[in-house]
């Protein structure tokens, strides 16, 4: 048996070449075959078959309108997979039931997100290798293949719209079937500081959800004022969007605590910032957080060089909800 097969058609003027490349990195039990009807086009019909090593028997073919593929010194090679967006194979033998013995996904076109790469999913059992919904559902509704993390046995996936949206999920393996265990979705926040996180999470036998912000980390220098952090590590700054100032209070883990964007009242004498939210009066200087509430008064002093920035700036600059 030859390795590659070349046809070479003539139709109406055009030259356009059919190509079989064997695939033959990835086992000693098996190989592959990859059909490919027009080599001239990026995306071209064609098909993937896996074959027994010994006997040369067909064990899967998966038929395709849409397969495309990299040489690497002249050859296809298998188990590629650079998640999210690089190469990925068009044969990957891997296990992907956490059972000890490794399966197959064969890529049956681009129908994953934007136009990615998908795969159909077949699982190796005692009666061969049979073709499976559920871990097929992963390799066609995100972007490209998932990803098998073999020490903690789960399945992760991404999928995305435009810049600003996200979908992160994880799965564990029972009976066969991935079960979601956590599903995280990111989205921006219209103010183009923040975004928004809604967390589900597989606890005490049911999916619990929580949202919180998280300050964007790629914030530039030019749109804090302020920002110190506190012995606990928790952090305040002052933004400025372009039109409005934010005060953001975080946690240690980013997480947003308080976010106030209203009416700010800025002393140019005591270079201090001063906004009312829910009865409680808050008045931020350079290095520390005057909070007064109905029934006490307490500070928050920043730590031991933390600070950066200066609310002096305010002094020149004009935002729509600062009082000067």
């Not at 795969?119 to 390799?139: C, M, P």
């Not at 506190?230 to 308080?258: P, R, W």
């Amino acid at each position: 048996m030859k390795p590659l097969y070349y046809t070479v058609l003539l139709f109406t003027g055009s030259l356009f070449s059919q190509i079989t490349f064997k695939v033959d990195n990835f086992s000693k039990q098996y190989y592959g075959k990859m059909f490919i009807a027009d080599t001239s086009e990026v995306f071209s019909p064609g098909w993937i078959a896996i074959y027994d090593q010994k006997t040369n028997k067909q064990l899967i073919q998966v038929k395709s309108e849409e397969l495309t593929f990299s040489l690497h010194n002249g050859k296809v090679l298998a188990n590629i997979k650079e998640l999210p967006y690089g190469e990925q194979s068009q044969i990957l033998y891997e296990d992907y039931n956490f059972d000890g013995v490794k399966d197959f996904a064969i890529m049956d076109g681009q129908f994953s997100c934007y136009h990615g790469p998908s795969f159909k999913i077949y699982l190796a059992t005692t009666a061969g290798f049979q073709y499976n919904v559920d871990f097929t559902r992963l390799a066609q509704e995100y972007c490209g293949m998932f990803n098998v993390d073999y020490k903690d046995k789960t399945i992760s996936t991404m999928t995305k719209s435009g810049c600003c949206w996200h979908q992160f999920s994880e799965f564990k393996v029972r009976n066969n079937k991935p079960y979601p265990i956590k599903i995280v979705e990111e989205g921006m926040d219209p103010s183009g500081i923040l975004w928004d996180y809604t967390e589900q999470k597989w606890t005490n036998g049911k999916m619990l959800q929580t949202k919180y912000q998280i300050l964007d980390e790629e914030l530039t220098d030019d749109k804090v004022l302020l920002s110190f952090e506190f012995e606990n590590k928790k952090k305040m700054k002052i933004l400025n969007s372009g039109t409005l100032l934010y005060y953001v209070f975080t946690d240690a883990n980013n997480k947003i605590e308080l976010l106030y964007h209203d009416i700010f009242t800025y002393s140019k004498t005591e270079n201090s910032l001063k906004f009312l939210n829910h009865k409680t009066e808050y008045t931020i200087y350079d290095t520390k957080i005057v909070i007064k509430t109905p029934s006490k008064t307490y500070e928050m002093k920043a730590a031991n060089k933390t600070k950066s920035g200066t609310l002096a700036t305010l002094k020149k600059q004009e935002v729509n909800n600062v009082i000067l």
